[in-house]
């Protein structure tokens, strides 16, 4: 799925450029609504999510290696930014505990629906306070 999923994202504004205003409208959707949006899209992110949170930001869970999150970039990231949540339970779909915000829990959600996808359990409170650097609030 993954694979016609991402080249949709070139087809989809190409073949609607073309229905609403012919070749140029197309070739102007693809580049911007396609190309444009997948480089400053991964580009951006990758440096956020690779770059800043290796460096600064909260940690709270003990893991290997130096991870932390941007919890107030969350929203633009859709949840790559609670990049140190992922490294201490890297098994799960959705980074998000102790009720951050991960704007693709919805998306994730619909798809199991759908029967795209199967959802993994969360963390279990148990093991969210076993991996907790300190108690919450503190």
């Known amino acids: 799925h993954f694979i016609a999923i991402s080249y949709a994202g070139f087809i989809l504004p190409f073949a609607l ?9 197309a070739i102007k959707w693809f ?16 440096f956020v999510v690779n770059g800043l949170c290796h460096c ?11 991870s932390t999150n941007l ?3 969350s929203s633009l990231t859709l949840g790559a930014t609670l990049h140190h949540n992922h490294h ?6 959705s980074p998000a505990v102790d ?9 994730y959600w619909a798809l199991h629906k759908l029967g795209v996808i199967a959802l993994t359990p969360g963390p279990t409170p148990d093991e969210v306070n ?3 650097l300190h108690a919450p609030g503190n």
């Not at 600064?56 to 130096?66: A, E, I, L």
């Not at 009720?99 to 998306?107: A, G, S, V």
Request: no cysteine.
């Open 88 to 93: 201490a339970f890297p098994r799960v779909l």
């Open 17 to 25: 450029g073309w229905v609403m205003g012919g070749q140029e409208l």
């Open 31 to 46: 580049a911007y609504f396609g190309a444009f949006r997948v480089f400053v899209g991964y580009f951006f992110t990758e």
């Open 71 to 73: 919890v107030f970039m």
């Open 99 to 107: 009720k951050e915000f991960d704007p693709m829990k919805l998306l």
């Open 56 to 66: 600064v930001g909260s940690s709270k869970f003990k893991t290997k290696g130096r």
């Open 130 to 132: 076993e991996k907790r």
